[in-house]
């Protein structure tokens, strides 16, 4: 069964860092797309990072400077760095997978290419 695990997650101090990590079970993340989506209480879900199967990251603009995203093939993992944490940081944050995405491209704000899902991971900034 096809499976993404995020971990990585917790309450930080503003200012702070933490790793998000995206794992997958029973496919490779190689091949493909996988991003970083988050949601606020209240909010809808935004796109926060992404990466295409060659490596080309894309950032929204409210993370650039502050997160990274990047990957292991040889763990078939994915992590996202998010540096200078701000209280506005603060949601749920998934990571998915786009199986048919074309190998230079991720889609970064719109969550409907994307075919896996994980069952995200709370980031509190708060102090």
């Known amino acids: 069964q096809l499976q993404l695990v995020e971990s990585g997650g917790g309450l930080v101090q503003p200012g702070g860092s933490l790793r998000l990590s995206c794992a997958a079970s029973a496919f490779t993340l190689d091949y493909y797309a996988i991003g970083w989506f988050r949601q606020a209480p209240g909010k809808e879900r935004e796109g926060v990072s992404c990466i295409s199967s060659s490596g080309l990251p894309n950032y929204a603009d409210s993370v650039k400077g502050r997160f990274t995203i990047s990957r292991d093939n040889a763990k078939n993992t994915v992590y996202l760095q998010m540096n200078s944490l701000k209280p506005e940081d603060t949601a749920v944050y998934y990571c998915?997978?786009?199986?048919?995405?074309?190998?230079?491209?991720?889609?970064?704000?719109?969550?409907?290419?994307?075919?896996?899902w994980g069952q995200g991971t709370q980031v509190t900034v708060s102090s």
């Open positions: 998915a997978a786009d199986l048919h995405s074309d190998f230079n491209y991720c889609s970064g704000q719109s969550a409907s290419p994307y075919d896996y």
